[in-house]
């Protein structure tokens, strides 16, 4: 979908800066999406700097003083709990069969802590099943989802192994759920 310009073809103004401006326009963007307090004061950011870039009579230093009371009245609001974010979308990414060095990647983009990316791996991991390692349990999901190891043949194995390598799981992980002797386990 396409997002037309509007009518005049000139590009939109963005508007002044004002303290209910970056309420409004935070709250509005933690409707729509699950942010991380820095991945939310990124977002606020850009909005400043578009807006100074226009608006010659504001002051970006001012802006970003806002947008730190901002930040700091949804965190301790409960608006934004970078702990709670964190929970989710660990257990969201194990889910979809990510690996460790892929979530932490990931998170550690979102403006998170790696060291708090690991504990919440490790609690998640725990959580969801104590018998199977969560690496394991995520290669076998990733390989599930991407039908590897269907092909016995060895230019397919190989093929199989790389892709496994590229979404960051280790190749003694990637060997032992690729020869998974049940295929019914892997693919059922």
Partial sequence: MKIK???SGRKKI???ITPSYLHNAGLYYLQRYAASAA???KV???????????????DLEACRAMIEEIVQKFLQSGLLNDDLYLRGMVITLRRQGRSKSMIVQKLMHKGLSAAAIESALHAADEEQN???DGEYRAALLFARKKK??????PQ?????????AR?????????KVLRTENLEELHG
């Fill in 5 to 7: 310009p509007p009518a």
């Fill in 14 to 16: 963005p508007k002044k």
């Fill in 39 to 41: 991945q939310f004061r």
């Fill in 167 to 175: 979404a960051g799981f280790s190749y003694d992980i990637a060997r």
């Fill in 130 to 132: 104590a018998d199977l």
């Fill in 44 to 58: 606020l950011v850009r909005k400043a700097q578009r807006s100074c870039a226009h608006h010659k009579d504001q």
């Fill in 156 to 164: 397919h194995q190989m093929k199989d192994l790389q892709k496994m």
């Fill in 148 to 153: 590897l190891g269907l092909n016995t043949e």
